[in-house]
């Protein structure tokens, strides 16, 4: 099974600041990554498909990239809503593997 | 609007059995692959299951396969996860979601609000 790493697992930032968070796979997964987004006792939302397309709906301050084995999900500048966890998931190969989640907190 | 609704959680003793269904509306359900995903209590995210949009492809989460059966009837627009010989360990919530383009093997763009399964004696 290909494993998701993600770090950090916590990080803590104030409104404004830009933050990236980092997704390493075992394996490599082409750019075949998505990023999710989910709050407390709320469903997952997907942000970024394919590594670095962004979803519609999603706000263009999120942003993803890489390929191969690394990628990075970054916040060009941090807002309110954004304070949640954030997963990654490689959908190159069965079964499908999630990272642990970076949960985003206020500093 | 492109909806999921899970039902069928509930608590059920270690060795026990449990369906969740899954009802998708809003767009054409056969076209797409399903999966089910899972969350213990304070823990990240598990996927646990995956079928094609016609049924003929399944496929399973190592920590669930020989247990857990995934099915859907396309002429009720449903998806289904049977559970069986339960472990406390499967306790979660379980989410049914949506690939998001048609055929397999994508992200998932929609997803239920999901259904509660607590396994404990």
């Known amino acids: 099974d290909i494993q998701m790493t993600q770090s950090p697992s916590t990080l803590s930032a104030s409104v404004g600041d830009r933050v990236t968070i980092t997704c390493r796979a075992s394996q490599s997964i082409s750019n075949w990554l998505a990023w999710y987004q989910q709050k407390p006792g709320k469903a997952p939302k997907l942000l970024i498909y394919k590594a670095s397309s962004l979803e519609s709906g999603v706000p263009s301050r999120f942003s993803g990239s890489g390929s191969g084995t690394e990628f990075t999900l970054t916040i060009s500048s941090l807002q309110p809503d954004d304070f949640a966890s954030y997963y990654c998931q490689q959908y190159n190969t069965y079964p499908w593997t999630f990272g642990q989640g970076t949960k985003v907190e206020i500093k | 609007e492109v909806q999921l609704v899970e039902s069928g959680g509930g608590l059920v003793q270690p060795g026990g059995s449990l369906r969740l269904s899954c009802a998708a509306s809003g767009f054409t359900f056969s076209s797409y692959a399903m999966n089910w995903v899972r969350q213990a209590p304070g823990k990240g995210l598990e996927w646990v299951s995956a079928i094609s949009g016609s049924g003929d492809s399944t496929y399973y989460a190592d920590s669930v396969k020989g247990r857990f059966t995934i099915s859907r009837d396309n002429s009720k627009n449903t998806l289904y996860l049977q559970m069986n010989s339960l472990r406390a360990e499967d306790t979660a919530v379980y989410y049914c979601?949506?690939?998001?383009?048609?055929?397999?093997?994508?992200?998932?763009?929609?997803w239920g609000l999901g259904t509660m399964v607590t396994v404990s004696s």
């Open positions: 979601a949506k690939d998001r383009v048609a055929g397999i093997g994508d992200a998932f763009d929609i």
